[in-house]
Nanobody
Framework: QAQLVESGGGLVQPGGSLRLSCAASGDGNGITHMAWYRQAPGKQREAVAVLVTYGDANYLDSVKGRFTISGDSAKNTVYLQMNSLKPEDTAVYYC?????????WGQGTQVTVSS
């Protein structure tokens, strides 16, 4: 089983930036997509950005133009660059890898946008 380790969350002022990272254990074979989700208090978990291997990236409408997902296949790592952060981006962010048809999740990292 793969294990995912996230890093990069924290407290940032509105308009600021953060970069999240998520590294997966294993040899990297069988990965069909990498994604970031988030869950705010009292709300359902939602997909923020999805990167299909050898394909396009798709984004939640509210983050388009502000967030960028990217992957490093050599490091089995996915990143989420978040710019122009807003208070409504506050949530726990989870990375997700689909490997050989199974979904694996990171432990979650808190992102708080507040002045």
């Amino acid at each position: 089983q793969a294990q995912l380790v996230e890093s990069g969350g924290g407290l940032v002022q509105p308009g600021g930036s953060l970069r999240l990272s998520c590294a997966a254990s294993g040899d990297g074979n069988g990965i069909t997509h990498m994604a970031w989700y988030r869950q705010a208090p009292g709300k359902q978990r939602e997909a923020v950005a999805v990167l299909v291997t050898y394909g396009d990236a798709n984004y939640l409408d509210s983050v388009k133009g502000r967030f960028t997902i990217s992957g490093d296949s050599a490091k089995n790592t996915v990143y989420l660059q978040m710019n122009s952060l807003k208070p409504e981006d506050t949530a726990v962010y989870y990375c997700n890898f689909r490997i050989w048809g199974y979904d694996y999740w990171g432990q979650g990292t808190q992102v708080t946008v507040s002045s």
